[in-house]
């Protein structure tokens, strides 16, 4: 059973950084593509950031350059590391293996201008 658990949110002023976590269980990081996705208030779930199984890494364009997406295996946990963020990245961060629809509870992130 995949199990998927976000932590690391808040509320940060704009041009400030956070660091978020997704704990991942029943799935390996090593073979599978993972990515964080974001659902600001009324609006869909979007993608933000994926990882391949290989350690390829693919972006949205309104976040490229400030998110960096990473993981450690041992640990069987994937990282979002923010920077320069804007009161548009606010919403609540999810994260899901590409294989498996499954989702966490996501993690708010607020960010005041």
């Known amino acids: 059973q995949v199990q998927l658990a976000e932590s690391g949110g808040g509320l940060v002023q704009a041009g400030g950084s956070l660091r978020l976590s997704c704990a991942v269980s029943?799935?390996?990081?090593?073979?599978?593509?993972m990515g964080w996705y974001r659902q600001a208030p009324g609006n869909q779930r979007d993608f933000i950031a994926s990882?391949?199984?290989?350690?390829?890494?693919y972006y949205a364009p309104s976040v490229d350059g400030r998110f960096s997406i990473s993981r450690d295996n041992a640990k069987s946990t994937m990282y979002l590391q923010m920077s320069s963020l804007q009161p548009e990245d606010t919403g609540v961060y999810f994260c899901?293996?590409?294989?498996?629809?499954?989702w966490g509870q996501g993690t708010q992130v607020t960010v005041s201008s």
């Open positions: 899901r293996p590409a294989a498996f629809n499954v």
């Open positions: 029943g799935i390996s990081l090593r073979s599978n593509t």
């Open positions: 990882i391949r199984a290989d350690g390829t890494t």
